[in-house]
């Protein structure tokens, strides 16, 4: 039996840089390390499988798919760490089923796109959009009319409570203690915890705050909950940032209002990715737009390495692992 | 004799909303409103004062001009309490050497220019600039290639650590604790307090930090102190941000190394503002720019006007005010 580190030399560096792959080595012994690019095939990936027998893969976006029937042909398989976070190419939703653990890099990643949060509000304060096509291609400068706006003291509604959601909370905090959240299904010591208000509707969120942050999960109920209504209760020049899921906003609605309303808009993902050419949001001014850079940063992608290597502790010690990933949890992922 | 509070309307909305116009006008009876847009002349508005004879009056951009002799012409004037920053046109120099008492907004501003600080640096992480060129003008979408920074954990130096540096540290915090400073002048006690290592020299600043906010104040010596060689001492991907002065900056060297050197710049401030048409910068992707918006923004212009009534509780109190202009200030303000 041999376990397997399925991993390119760049994946190794981004993931595993320093000593990462030595202590990820140290804890898979005996392994096999191999490079997916030189892989040929589906068979040669079957063979190398078929010989090392792995109780382990360690596994990143370049690694060959998991056999659907993994649990008769390779029995031995117990626990894929991924350190990325899209699983679907690599996992059959079948291996899951039968019993696979599989664990990504789940929340390690949340406060780079805490982060993006943060400054996409600042973005959309100082009109970051329209002063880079008014830099760059218009000569611009301000004048006496120019309006700006401060984070300070303002009022922030998070759509959503969850992880990314409360790591947002400790870097608004020097800016404004006025923070609510709407988020049924997470409990009141939370709020308590973190200082947050607890919004008991969307109108409230939405009508009451200066800016929204968008980070509600993608569920049935959630898809395009964000409707036209609720984005023209904004008060005037507010600001509506998405770093969360596209498909929770009407974007047409939102094209819509930012067209007609004074409101700053800051996205970063959209319901279809890549954008489409002809996406009404391309050239508006008050429309920051980034292509999806949320989380994690390529730098920080270590951060996913940590995290595994403490799961493979974990999995060494105990045969556990905790976080793996659930049916519901695959079924509601990207 | 009456004071006189030389406001427009416009003024009185943006620095004295709420309450706060008639905190001020509690504090200054007797007072006689001006509004600066319906004084016709030079004559009139000296005819407003001989009719007053003012003791104190509270200003702002409309105000008409101080007469230079008004020891002589005014004797009854002690103190000018002006809400914005730039004091040059209101106050001719020989007005503060014959010992009138003038404030402005000073340090109520710094908050708004710490946050336009965390502002550039998070956008040079994710190359905002670039990416608004992209989605906008491009039809672009990330791809395998694209690199993105996190401000976690980063290594970041401040050059100049006065006031808006100081307050940009509990912004920082929530990102990384790794903060140093370059600065002779201030005391070891205040890089303690604020846990910020000393840079001993403008070379370490330059070459062991990741993240460079310049706010070095604009002294003779500071003049163009920021030189190509420093420049070029910063790590490959790094960052350098300008919301302080200009004129610290060797700007044409600035250009030649954000063309030649993997560098991302942020900049709110230039030598020459308006920044001129045909500006290297202009165009440049992996250069934000933005029109001198650091501070304040409008919305904070309350936070001048709650200063000043606090300037004139003070004087109303005791005769004094805190933080009077001195011939030292007046002669390196803008």
Chains 1, 2 share one sequence.
């Not at 304060?125 to 700006?148: F, L, S």
């Not at 209002?257 to 959209?270: F, I, M, N, P, T």
Request: charged fraction near 25%; aromatic fraction near 8%; proline fraction near 6%.
């Amino acid at each position: 039996m041999k376990n397997i580190i399925a991993l390119t030399q760049i994946e190794i560096e981004t993931f595993l840089p320093g000593n990462r792959l030595d202590e990820a080595q140290a804890l898979l012994e005996p392994y096999k390390l191999v490079d997916p690019t030189e892989v040929e095939s589906e068979e040669g990936w079957k063979g190398i499988l078929k010989e090392c027998e792995p109780e382990i893969i360690l596994a990143a976006w370049k690694t060959p798919t998991i056999p659907e029937d993994y649990h008769e042909s390779l029995p031995s398989l117990k626990y894929v760490c991924y350190l990325p976070g899209s699983i679907r190419k690599l996992i059959p939703r079948a291996t899951i089923e039968n019993g696979l653990k599989v664990t990504n890099w789940g929340g390690s990643i949340s406060r780079t796109v805490s982060e993006m949060g943060l400054l996409l509000m600042l973005c959309c304060m100082r009109r970051v959009a329209h002063w880079q096509q008014q830099m760059h291609y218009k000569a611009g400068w301000k004048n006496q009319d120019t309006q700006t706006q401060s984070l300070f003291e303002r009022r922030v509604g998070l759509h959503g409570f969850g992880s990314i959601s409360q790591q947002m909370v400790p870097l608004i905090k020097p800016f404004t203690e006025n923070i609510s959240a709407y988020s049924p299904g997470v409990p009141d010591s939370i709020f308590e915890e973190l200082g947050v208000k607890r919004a008991e509707t969307l109108e409230e969120l939405f009508s009451e705050n200066d800016v929204i942050v968008e980070l509600a999960s993608l569920t049935e109920k959630n898809y395009k909950i964000v409707t036209e209504e609720l984005l023209r209760m904004m008060p005037d020049g507010a600001a509506f940032v998405n770093v969360g899921r596209g498909l929770v906003v009407d974007e047409e609605a939102l094209a819509r209002v930012a067209k007609e309303k004074d409101l700053q808009v800051g996205l970063d993902v959209y319901g279809v990715e890549p954008l489409p050419d002809d996406s009404p949001f391309r050239g508006m001014p008050n429309v920051l737009l980034l292509p999806h850079l949320g989380g994690p940063t390529t730098d920080r992608r270590r951060d996913a390495g940590d995290l595994s290597i403490g799961y493979l502790k974990a999995y060494r010690e105990t045969g556990e692992v905790e976080d793996a990933i659930t049916l519901h949890v695959y079924d509601r992922a990207t």
